[in-house]
């Protein structure tokens, strides 16, 4: 009955194994991890746009090879990613008709413009260090195939990070302008970094309504607020060797914690950008939309090789 399956799924849970993609599960955890995951894999795929910008405009070969690199991974993990939702009972097709109507979301940080070279630094070592900083203990998520996708994703998005730093480190070393620009770039992405983690814990909500819930589930293993800090206690320290000054005055370690205190970011601007009124969204999602009209030509003469391939295997 409706009870052992649900016992079943509770003693996997609970003794930290693996749900697979054919047990039995809770319909409610079903939809929650299509949500989760859809909304990341759409969150790599847009987030190929603001450092896309600047591959055309990098300011040396190696730079170049380097940034073409890192947003194909990205391209990659978007992949992996709607393959994993796939294995939950959703197409590709579907959760994509979803992101194209508004009705899934994907990462805030998108919506943010990349005005010089040094934002394509500061999204490797901010966007990508924050995004590991969340996604780590995702691979020990409840769900097998998220969880073994993000190993490999967060090898990847390791390295991306230490790109980006080496990046930023080439200016902070060169001429004035070159550290100004860098300094620029840290006091734009700072805050919306720090919003990637979503809305906060308060009192009676832990953030934002849906990590109480994940966390009984084993998809969540931390709130938000944990690896807000988290990310601040790691960033601080790198962020110092690289000369540069967090725009937060009232940034300080405090001993008694063992953590920096920090601002927290405005979060009416976090749910501003959610709500589609960030400074990038139309134009991020109307680039999305185009590339996938656009691209049905591929996808048509991909089916009809595909056809003609098992015709020829049958005879
Ligand atoms: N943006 O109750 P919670 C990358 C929504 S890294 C937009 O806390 P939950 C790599 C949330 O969906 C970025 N929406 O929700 C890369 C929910 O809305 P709903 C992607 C946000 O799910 C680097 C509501 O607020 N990473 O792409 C945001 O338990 C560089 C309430 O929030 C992932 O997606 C936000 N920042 O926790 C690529 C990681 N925050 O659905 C290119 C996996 C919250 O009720 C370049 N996801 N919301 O309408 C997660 O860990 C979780 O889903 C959270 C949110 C932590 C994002």
Redesign the pocket.
Known sequence: GTDEREAAFYAIVDSDGRIEPRDDMPEAYRK?LI??IA??AH??II??Q??GNWISRAPSLRRKAILLAKVQD?AG?GLYLYAAAETLGVSRDQVLELLHTKRQ??????NYPTLTWADVGA??WL??G??IT??VP?TRCSYGPYARAMVRICKE?SF?QRQGFESLLTLTRGSAAQKAMAQDALDRWWYPSL?????PDTGEQV?????EQ?MRWGI?RFS?DE?RQRFVDMTVPQSEVLGLTIPDPDLRWNDERGHYDFTAPDYDE?FR??KGDGPCNAQRLAHRVAAHTDGAWVREAAAAYAAKQRAKTRT
Not at 195 to 199: C, T
């Open positions: 929650t949500r989760q909304q990341h969150s790599e987030g190929m603001p450092e990205e993990h979301k994907y990462s805030s940080i998108f999204i490797g966007v990508d924050a995004a969340n996604q995702l998005e991306h919003a990637m983690f979503g809305p953030s934002g309504g849906h990590t994940s969540k938000n690896l976090l950008v959610i």
